[in-house]
Every structure is written in structure tokens, then in C-alpha cells.
């Protein structure tokens, strides 16, 4: 088997085909006999396992596959007895890991039911979405998903051994992430311990576990029945919802996982699960491996020096301006200019446009919603100028009030600015409508989008905002790097926040002449190594496709929310419809600190506080919450690593005797 690493995410990747029926591709797919041996490699890297001991996975063929016999003996005799694949699909490994996938998904275990289809859907290409628009009887003559019956035995983990948060008996590893992590390739769809629920085409029997909710199924079996924020119908189907199609595959989680160092960390003996990513997100090799790059082959200033070095560090700076602006689908790299983040963007045009545009009785519109970085600048403004800051309220569920918000527009408002993605709530804006609606009333409109880049696509041109503005380090990028976006003609019609050298055209004592755009706003030397840093992380997320991204997280999303509104005593702070994968709660008789600090000793990393966002959170009676947010590289074991700790939180107190 081969174990080497792959460079890049793209190369771990491979194509997904359109559809599970056909014939299969011999240089392509993997025979059932390879599939079998998979298995057997992938059990015997498991926690104590091996080929003799295991017994390893034998028979995939038309007298069944025996998974219970490549399990530890505490659990073999509960986990499935028998997934059987008829031989007349043996020589169609399409057909034969349908089989298999859907006979799985009847499985209540996480971490075996996880280690099998990861381990049956190595190297073999599985659209979801062709088992989704099958007719929706498994077992039918037409369906691809052929599966036998299953009776699943009930309860294969106790609510003590939850308690403990071992998926498997006196596993140290509780999720055997380390063992999966080791298997190069491997397809990891974060399957969920609930069940199949009963209209879905993988239809599974109850299953009696602690954790399972009433009529919860498979995010990626829901796929076809719940539609994506901005994601087209798919062609043919009859309710019009989004799923996924052949044009966006389910992602490879665990080998995406591979692409980030930090993820096989230790955090008090606990494999490292990252829920900060609102905070910061983590970096991909491929964005270290480039840094370490340029200070080893390219570092110099940029622009104007004759050397070679030189040369270089403007190409991979000017370069990564191109690929901002492709990735915002910008008019022009001139409107794209650097600076250290999104709180000094805000401010560069607070600064800059503002001071020269912002006169007594004029109006500011900004959101409840606001990241402090976003309310503050606006403040100084108005107190410096005799301005007037006004607040769009929301709802209970945290979502904007479009008609209050309407209201507070008028012949006075010079500018609005709000975000595209509450750091603290996860709430999605009406972004397009509201630039929209400020344009109309003739304002200015500055979009925060360091929340939204992550998760989902950004059209500034479709969107309209005059200014957008976010953080590198918020896009798996480094730190102390970020993008204002400008309408290019209102870039160069504003005067420069700071002065220096780079950003003139000609000094005399007397006068200066500045660039225009958006140089002119760059003043001193860049850094120059973040911003291509930046450059690489966008070349990465694009590999991937930030459209798979924003639906797998979607469905990530919603797992997590059903979880966790189950957790007794929790309050969930942020309802909105359309949510980015944020989950901020407060837990009944524990302050956010205290949770935090419990969830680090599990090695969970989550942000425990007011999160820069004092006025949202008081407008819910809150001074802190705890917040959870998700990215790409996260999956349903992490989520339910999760909830078994705060359930422990919750037995714990709720047993302590005065």
C-alpha cells in the first residue's frame, strides 16, 4: 500500500465520477479483491489490531462480507454480522461499493462505521449524488444502492462509555483519527453515530443510542432534500434543492487533514480538535512550504531594485494580488491593496475616504451585529466629524431586520458598513439586498467579509459593495496580512490614509504627486511574504473549491446543530436560517470560561468571551458565550467528541453532593 504523502491537496483528490452505475475504469478503480485487502490494512492499523489478531475483513463476495470478524472481540459480535454483496456486481466495483456504502450506513458505531467506508471507498469514486437521485427503495432492481437487509443490533456504546468519550472499548484515541490519518487517500465523510432516517435512500433501522435523534440522518444523505445558500437547483430534480452533483463532490476530509501539520498536535494527551477557526484558521503546508520558500530563494523589497531577488519578490507579491482579485472576481488587481487585516482596512477607509467625505449631521448605518473593529472606526469618525452612528437592529433569531434597517436610510446617510458573516452569531446578512437598498437611498456601502471568505464565494461585483475588506489568517493564510477591495475610480478619487515612501509618484518640498491605485495606499514596505502566503492559500482553497467547502460545512452545520441542542441545560445564541458554521452557546451553571477551559483539557480549542462583540451578545442578555467554529478539515467525530464532553460537564455537576 502506498503510504507517501501527497504535496498538495490536488493531488490528493481524485475525480469523482457522475454516477455510481456503469462500467468500471480498470486504471482507475481498485478490484473487490483490492477493497478487501484495504480493509484488512486499514483494521489492522487500529489501536491493537493486526491480520492474525483481528482476524482481518474476509469474504467480500457473494457469501458476505464479515466485518465483525476485523474488530476488537469486545465489539465483534455487535457490530454488523454480515454486509453482503451479491456476486453478480463482483465485477463492478461501482455497483459493489454502492452495496457497501448503503449496507454502513446501518451502522450505529462512529468510528467502525467510519474506518469501513473509509477504507471500502479508497480509490474509488463515489458520487452521492447519483445514490440521492436513485429510486429511493435500496434494494430495488434500479437502484444502485442494492443492499440487503440489516438487523443492527441495538446500543453498541453505553452512555458510560460515552460519558468516557470512547468510541471503542479502551481506546486511547476515542475516534481513531490517528489510525485513519495514517492511511493515505482515504475518503473520510465524517458519518454521523445517528441514524438514517426513514425516507432517505440509505434507509437504516432505529438504532437505541444515546446520542441519536428522532428521525437525524446523514448530512450527506440530506443533500438532496436541503438547499444551499446560492447553490443552483440540480438539474432534474423534482423539489429543486441542491445537493451533491456531479460538479461538486463530497470532499475528502481526511485527506485534507493531511494538508495541516498542526492537526496530529496533542493537547493534554488528546489529539488537537480545532473549533477556534473563527478566530484563526490553520495553515496548510503548502502555504508554510511557500513562506519558507520565499525567505530562502526570493527575499528582497519589491519594485524598482535591478536585481534578480528583487525581481522575484515583486513577481510572487504582484502575483498574489491577481489571485485576490481572481478570487473575489474583482475588475482589476489595481483594486485589490494589502494591508495587515480587516480592522486596518476599515480604518484605512474611515481615515482616508471618510475624513473627506463625513461632515457634521451626516449618518452612519452599521448592524447590531458588529465586530468591534467595525463600530469603533465609525465612532471616532462621527465624534471628529458631528456625525450620527445608527444601528440596524435584528430579531430574536439574530437575522438583520430589513424593514428597520430600510428605515434608518435617507437623504443623511453617507455610509453603511455591516458584515457579511457574524463572527459571534454565524448569522449570514442579506448582503446583496442591503447594498442594494443603501445604494438607492445614495450612500456608500463597506462589507466586512472576514467571516464570509472561509465559507462561502465572494462576487464583489455581483455584490456591489464600494469596499470589501477581510483577513488573510481568517483564510488559512498567515497573520498580519489582509485585502481591502475598492471600486477602482472611488480608490483613486481618495486621498491616502498614511505617507511614505512606494506610494509617490514625485516629491518636491514643496508638493507630492501619489500613485494611484492601489499603491497609493500601500505607503513603506509591505509584507511582502504574507500577502504571497496569502496568495498560496488561495491557490489552495481553490484546488478544492470553495463551493464544496460552503456545502460540506453546511451539512457539517447542521449535524452540530442537532447535537447540540440536545445537550440539557444549553442555549444556543444565534438561530438565523442561514447560518456560516458558528455554534455560540452558554451551558446552565457554568460561565463561558469555565467550559472552556474543560473543553482544553479534552484538547478541544473553542473561544470562551464577548468575542469582539459586546453589543450583540448584551443584546441577548449575555456578557461571554462559548463559541465553536467549524472548517473544512472538521468532521462529525470531532463534533461528537464535542458533545460527549459537555454532556460529561452537564452528568458531573448535575451528580455533585452538597
Known sequence: MNTSKPATHAAAVPEFAPSLPGPADPGVLPDIDAMERLVNELFSALPGGSPSSLGGVRGISGSGLQAGSGLPSTLAPAVVPSLSVPSS????????????????????????????????????????????????????????????????PAALVSEA???????????????????????????????????????????????????????????????????????????????????????????????????????????????????????????????????????????????????????????????????VRGFLNAASANEVIFVRGTTEGINLVAQSWGRANIVEGDEIVVSHLEHHANIVPWQ???????????????DECGQILLDEYGKLLGPKTRLVAFTQVSNALGTVTPARQMVAMAHAAGAKVLVDGAQSVSHMPVNVQ????????????????????????????????TPPWQGGGNMIRDVTFEHTEYHPAPTRFEAGTGNIADAVGLGAAIDYVS????????????????????????????????????????????????????????????????????????????????????????????????????????????????????
Open 462 to 493: 455581483d455584490l456591489d459593495s464600494d469596499w470589501f475588506v477581510f483577513s488573510g489568517h481568517k483564510l488559512f493564510a498567515p497573520t498580519g496580512i489582509g485585502v481591502v477591495h475598492g471600486k477602482e475610480a472611488l480608490l483613486n478619487a
Open 380 to 394: 471616532q469618525l462621527c465624534g471628529e466629524k458631528g456625525a450620527r452612528l445608527r444601528v440596524a437592529p435584528v
Open 543 to 658: 484546488s478544492i473549491g470553495i463551493a464544496r467547502i460552503a456545502e460540506y460545512e453546511h451539512y457539517l452545520l447542521r449535524y452540530a446543530t442537532d447535537l447540540i441542542t440536545q445537550v440539557p441545560g444549553l442555549r444556543l445564541i444565534g438561530t438565523a436560517a442561514d447560518k456560516a458554521s458558528v455554534l455560540s452557546f452558554v451551558l446552565e451553571g457554568f460561565e463561558a470560561e469555565e467550559v472552556g477551559k474543560a473543553l482544553n483539557q479534552e484538547g478541544i480549542a473553542v473561544r470562551a468571551g464577548h468575542h469582539c462583540a459586546q453589543p450583540i451578545l448584551r443584546r441577548f442578555g449575555l456578557e461571554a458565550t462559548v463559541r465553536a467554529s467549524l472548517a473544512f478539515y472538521n468532521t462529525c467525530a470531532e463534533v461528537d467528541a464535542l458533545i460527549a464532553a459537555l454532556r460529561r460537564m452537564r452528568h458531573a455537576r448535575r451528580v455533585v453532593v452538597p
Open 89 to 152: 456486481v463482483r465485477g463492478d466495483p461501482h455497483r459493489a461499493a454502492a452495496d457497501i456504502l448503503a449496507a454502513a450506513s446501518a451502522m450505529p458505531d462512529e468510528s467502525t462505521l467510519r474506518a469501513l467506508l473509509a477504507g471500502i471507498s479508497h480509490g474509488v469514486p463515489i458520487s452521492l449524488a447519483s445514490a440521492q437521485s436513485a429510486p429511493a427503495q435500496a434494494g430495488s432492481a434500479a437502484s444502485p444502492l442494492n443492499a440487503p437487509a440489516l438487523d443492527v
Open 161 to 323: 462509555e460515552l460519558s468516557r468519550g470512547s468510541a471503542l472499548p479502551g481506546a486511547t484515541d476515542p475516534f481513531q483519527l490517528d489510525a485513519l490519518s495514517a492511511m493515505p487517500g482515504i475518503s473520510q465523510f465524517g458519518v454521523p453515530a445517528s441514524r438514517a432516517g426513514a425516507g432517505s435512500p440509505l434507509t437504516a433501522p432505529a438504532i437505541d443510542r444515546p446520542d441519536a435523534l428522532p428521525g437525524s440522518t446523514y448530512y450527506f444523505v440530506d443533500a438532496a432534500r436541503a438547499p444551499l445558500r446560492g447553490t443552483p437547483a440540480v438539474p432534474g430534480s423534482a423539489d429543486g434543492a441542491a445537493g451533491f452533483g456531479p460538479a461538486v463532490p463530497p470532499l475528502d476530509v481526511l485527506a485534507i487533514r493531511r494538508d495541516f501539520p498542526i492537526l496530529q498536535e496533542r493537547v493534554n494527551g488528546r489529539p488537537l480538535i480545532w473549533f477556534d477557526n473563527a478566530a484563526t484558521t490553520q495553515k496548510p503546508r503548502a502555504v508554510i512550504d511557500r513562506l519558507t520558500y520565499f525567505y530562502e530563494h526570493e527575499n528582497s523589497n519589491i519594485h524598482r531594485a535591478a536585481h534578480e531577488l528583487a525581481a522575484r519578490a515583486t513577481d510572487a507579491y504582484e502575483g498574489a494580488r491577481e489571485k
